[in-house]
């Protein structure tokens, strides 16, 4: 079936410019995180959602960042204010309940 | 100091020959242990996926953990230039949980 799918794969935005992420997780995924990705550096975890829910936003670097999946499916990574530290790959991946995780192919986010 | 150590490389083998990745970690509450490949610009690919201590295989790879030493490892026999990617070891308490992914190490398999 379909992986993880992500979009836009590429975005470039103007220092101070609000920017939202797309993840379509795999059909029936009860589990759907985002991970943050610099270059040369394994993923951090930013946030958690099983369904609607949004359990640990543990990760998240500041007020900025913002993540929701109203309906338990679809989910938006919302970043306010881009700043040139933001500038990196962000990776969704979704589970079963106590599965391993399946990421897709991330939006590589440059900040100008 | 990370909670997981990954020593990020590059490694760089000839084709044929037999590579092996490690990691070393801190918490003892970690019992999920796994290993993803990742190519340039694709996400990570899960390729082994073990539950505490001990040894699993599949096809040309084994990966070993080593609760006692908080140390995992994953092996591959044959290396061909197809294996040729940054591999992530990851790790987490529970299942399902959140992942906290070591540096990666970058191989490269030569003809």
């Known amino acids: 079936g379909a992986g993880v799918s992500q979009s836009p794969r590429y975005k470039v935005a103007k220092r101070g410019q609000d920017v939202a992420l797309r993840c379509d997780p795999i059909s029936g995924h009860v589990s759907l995180f985002w991970y943050q990705q610099a270059l040369g550096q394994g993923p951090e975890f930013l946030t958690y959602?099983?369904?609607?829910?949004?359990?640990?936003k543990s990760g998240l670097p500041s007020d900025r960042f913002f993540a929701e999946r109203p309906e338990g499916s679809v989910s938006t990574l919302k970043i306010q204010r881009t700043q040139q530290e933001d500038s990196a790959v962000y990776l969704c991946?979704?589970?079963?309940?106590?599965?391993?995780?399946?990421f897709g192919n991330g939006t590589r986010l440059t900040v100008t | 100091q990370k909670e997981v150590e990954q020593d990020p490389g590059p490694l760089s083998v000839p084709e044929g020959a037999i590579v092996s990745l490690n990691c070393t970690y801190s918490n003892s509450a970690f019992q999920y242990f796994m290993w993803y490949r990742q190519y340039s610009r694709k996400g990570p690919e899960l390729l082994m996926y073990t539950y505490s201590s001990g040894n699993k295989e599949d096809g040309r790879f084994t990966a070993q953990v080593d609760k006692s030493s908080k140390y995992i490892s994953l092996f591959i026999r044959d290396s061909q230039p197809s294996d040729s990617a940054t591999y992530l070891c990851?790790?987490?308490?529970?299942?399902?949980?959140?992942?906290?992914f070591g540096t990666g190490t970058q191989l490269k398999v030569e003809l």
């Open positions: 990851a790790m987490s308490r529970g299942g399902g949980n959140k992942l906290t």
């Open positions: 959602f099983q369904n609607e829910a949004q359990l640990d």
């Open positions: 991946a979704s589970s079963l309940t106590d599965s391993p995780l399946h």
